[in-house]
């Protein structure tokens, strides 16, 4: 083994280690804003087994403000394929409950888009299809370098850069690094090093994942298409559709202490179809579901993002959209401070806005997870009266528990940074659920969306940094042009029509790079105080 010390060629601004998908956002976030960055990632090639399988509102939000959404929204199951979700004995048995949910192409469509709360609906895609979109792209920005087969050994901190020390191919170099971001997942190097541990529950739930391939399945679905059919035969079930034709996931829970080891794939896909069906088995993994989160999101010039902050089970898919959440607030702030137009200190407020809400969304996950996953009346099995009768009261219980499963806005849209101190404003709020949220602005929350008479949604119209949404032209918007000016502030300006007063309660507000309100008032605002409250130059003090 050969090794090599830093030069000027391995003078990195920012190191993301991982290439995953909250590791290629947050690298495509970083580019897009002129921040150079190199991504390494451990493995030669991608995986081959399906994980995450559903992209969420936000992260579709995200997507389109990288300009990655519509390639994204064509990927994965086909265009004409519902999302639908089948609750069913097995899936050659009775139903018993079922979501009706839009395909690609009505969506696509533009199918009842003025009721939707956002531009761009949850997408069902594997991350076999995602991961290779976000590579493409990230591929082809300048300033970003990507770099496979190359495994993080050590980090080595000091006051004004970080030391990561790579091998590849047997090959040792020290990268010197103005900021390391560890997006490596559960068994993330870089959390090792921090000597940082997850904080929560070891195991709500052990899982046998089978990844198949099978056209006999597929024709048996397309009596009845559905995205998922949830199972209910010897053991709780889902078989996951991935191309809307041969290729399938079927993912069988089990309880924490049950050794997996003992169960046979194949005889569990035979209890999920009701019965043997022909397949060729691509993959096998037997995983715990946890729910876990770090007890810090960093150290010094380091931090940690996605599964290497925060795992658990995966209700709704929001492992990885929670990481893809945590890509676009922690890049806009690395960038601030890269350009110079925010102190270092203003990274601090990375884990104070995103653990809290790693926090609820794992107490949520796992609250959804007992829910589903309690206990089944086997008289659903039965025939006749007593049968229909098990199958119709339960059924009455899914439909009380699982339609937020499956359109979890509020994990999309009701996230907040309230209690951030570059929030000026923010009010206590109930914990995140994954059904609540509210269209109305509040500072610390996402900008709600509205459609735009010129076919935009309001969110097209902010800036790349921050943007003073104006819904008043009475009121001068030249202090605060002043004001950014001189402080170096990157401010776009955005006017909009005062007919939505409900949606947008005052006459200015101030939204964050990550869509996120900072503030909301009137003219009688300070606006060299507040842009520098909100950049942590100063503390908050208007409220």
């Known amino acids: 083994m050969t090794e090599q010390h830093s030069s ?9 280690v991982g290439a995953g998908p909250a590791g290629l956002t947050l690298a495509i976030d970083l580019a897009r804003r002129g921040v150079p960055c190199r991504v390494v990632e451990a493995t030669e090639e991608r995986g081959v087994n399906p994980r995450c399988n559903t992209t969420s509102a936000r992260s579709m939000e995200i997507f389109r403000r990288l300009g990655l959404a519509d390639d994204v929204r064509r990927a994965g199951l086909p265009e004409d ?3 639908s979700i089948q609750y069913r004995t097995t899936m050659r048995g009775e139903e018993i409950f079922r979501i009706d949910l839009p395909s690609s192409h009505e969506v696509l469509a533009g199918a009842g888009r003025q009721g939707w709360p956002t531009p761009e609906p949850q997408h069902r895609i594997s991350q076999l299809y995602l991961e290779p979109i976000l590579e493409r792209h990230a591929n082809g920005l300048p300033g970003l370098t990507l770099e496979r087969g190359a495994r993080l050994v050590e980090l080595l901190q000091h006051d004004d850069h970080v030391e990561a020390v790579v091998e590849t191919g047997g090959t040792r170099r020290t990268l010197r690094c103005a900021f390391v971001v560890g997006c490596d997942g559960a068994h993330s190097a870089v959390r090792r090093q921090l000597g940082i541990r997850y904080e929560g529950v070891d195991a709500i739930q052990q899982f046998v994942s089978t990844f198949v391939r099978s056209p006999e399945l597929g024709r048996l679905a397309s009596r009845d298409r559905a995205w998922t059919y949830w199972t209910y035969g010897d053991r709780i079930a889902s078989l996951i559709a991935i191309d809307g034709d041969s290729l399938w996931l079927n993912h069988v829970a089990f309880p924490p202490d049950h050794d997996t080891e003992k169960e046979d794939p194949e005889q569990l896909l035979r209890e999920a179809v009701g019965g ?8 096998v993994v037997r995983w715990t579901g946890r729910r876990l989160v770090a007890k810090r999101y960093g150290h010094g010039r380091v931090f940690l993002a996605g599964d290497a902050a925060h795992i658990w089970i995966p209700v709704g898919g929001f492992g990885m959209n929670a990481g893809i959440q945590d890509a676009a607030t922690l890049g806009w702030m690395l960038a601030a401070v890269h350009h110079g137009w925010a102190p270092p200190d203003l990274l601090t407020a990375y884990e104070l806005e995103r653990k809290p809400v790693g926090e609820q969304f794992a107490g949520a996950v796992g609250a ?3 829910t589903s996953f309690a206990d089944v009346p086997p008289d659903i099995h039965l025939t006749g009266p007593d049968g229909e009768r098990a199958r119709t009261e339960f059924a009455e219980r899914l439909a009380a528990t699982e339609p937020r499963r499956y359109s979890p806005d509020g994990f999309s849209f009701g996230y907040h940074y309230a209690g951030s101190p570059l929030v000026i404003g923010g ?3 109930a914990a995140i659920t994954m059904g609540g949220f509210r269209e109305r602005a509040q500072p610390g929350f996402r900008l709600p969306h509205v459609w735009l008479d010129d076919g ?6 902010l800036g790349p940094d921050f943007t003073l949404v104006r819904t008043d032209p009475g009121v001068d918007a030249a202090p605060w042009a002043d004001a950014a000016r001189s402080l170096r502030i990157p401010l776009t300006v955005a006017d909009l029509p005062d007919r939505w007063p409900d949606r947008y309660p005052a006459s200015l507000l101030l939204v964050r790079p990550d869509q996120h309100v900072a503030w909301m008032g ?3 605002a300070r606006p060299e105080e507040l842009l520098q409250t909100v950049t942590g130059r100063v503390a908050a003090r208007q409220r």
């Open 81 to 83: 394929y519902p999302t």
């Open 8 to 16: 000027c060629e391995d003078r990195v601004d920012v190191l993301i």
């Open 427 to 429: 009010e206590d709020q």
């Open 368 to 370: 959804q997870a007992r």
């Open 276 to 283: 043997p069906v022909e397949h060729e088995v691509l993959g």
């Open 522 to 524: 009137g003219a009688d």
């Open 456 to 461: 935009r949604s309001v969110l097209d119209v």
